[in-house]
């Protein structure tokens, strides 16, 4: 196998879905690894869960850079540079990037959001999809673009909204199908099968039609 692809995973929290893709890269075969994990937040609680795996890990606080977005994010940008990252993926990241960044890592940057964009784009979302009477919603895996919450879309995965959900029992349905769709989404990027085309994604070898529109069996 050729070398993995080389992952910064930026996490502002708890970080689930880092803990997802950490395991993943664990897998025989797996075409990414996790090359550092960086938060914009010391006390973030997924710091400690990468650094007791032994994984690289670093902090940028945005508190030190004031309203400076883009001196912090040239910080952030320089950090996973020192560890050669060829992919960014947000997880759980809860600073809106500035369109110097996003252009910085065009195509080569990748969120995940708990709903299926384009709707319920911000924050709250399962709550959202609940008051709104919505009766599935998701996760999206997409490219990240200046505007939040927008850019091509590599995967969704559906989960019905149930009449007795509450914000958390539909986060964690939903959160459990980020677990998966996260990881597929890049491997599919590691295997160079993801192709921006305009502004939307194909991902070739991908015989079984339902492999894109739901990878959670
Ligand atoms: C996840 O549900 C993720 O989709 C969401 O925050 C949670 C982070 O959980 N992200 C967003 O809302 C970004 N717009 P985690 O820290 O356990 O991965």
Same mark, same amino acid.
């Given at each position: 196998?050729?070398?993995?692809? =080389? ?8 970080? !689930? ?12 075969? %797996?075409?990414? +690894?996790?090359? &550092?994990?960086?938060?914009?937040? #010391? ?9 007791? +795996?032994?994984? #690289? ?25 020192? %560890? ?17 960044? *996003? ?6 940057? &990748?969120? /995940? ?7 319920? #784009?911000?924050?709250?979302? +399962?709550?959202?999809? /609940?008051? %709104?009477?919505? =009766?599935? !919603? ?5 490219? *990240? ?8 879309? /590599? /995967?969704?995965?559906?989960?019905? *909204? ?17 677990? =998966? ?9 590691? +295997? ?7 502004? =939307?994604?194909? &991902? ?14």
């Amino acid at each position: 196998m050729s070398n993995p692809l =080389k992952v910064a995973v930026l996490i502002s929290g708890r970080g !689930s879905n880092m803990q997802a893709l950490v395991n993943a890269s664990r897998e025989a075969g %797996y075409p990414a +690894q996790i090359a &550092v994990v960086l938060s914009n937040d #010391p006390t973030a609680q997924g710091l400690e869960w990468a650094a007791a +795996q032994g994984l #690289p890990t670093a902090v940028v606080n945005h508190r030190d850079f004031g309203k400076d977005r883009e001196s912090f994010e040239r910080a952030v940008d320089a950090e996973i540079k020192k %560890y050669g990252c060829q992919l960014v993926c947000l997880a759980g990241w809860m600073r809106l990037l500035t369109p110097w960044f *996003v252009g910085e890592w065009l195509d080569r940057l &990748v969120n /995940i959001h708990p709903s299926l964009l384009p709707a319920f #784009p911000g924050l709250h979302v +399962q709550q959202a999809a /609940i008051d %709104y009477g919505a =009766k599935f !919603s998701g996760c999206t895996v997409h490219f *990240v673009r200046a505007e939040m919450d927008h850019g091509p879309i /590599i /995967i969704q995965a559906a989960v019905p *909204v149930l009449p007795d959900d509450t914000e958390d029992t539909l986060a964690a349905r939903i959160l459990e199908c980020e677990h =998966k769709a996260y990881p597929q989404a890049v491997c599919w990027i590691a +295997q160079a099968r993801v192709n921006v085309i305009g502004e =939307k994604v194909l &991902v070739t070898g991908t015989h079984n039609p339902d492999a894109v529109m739901n990878p959670v069996g």
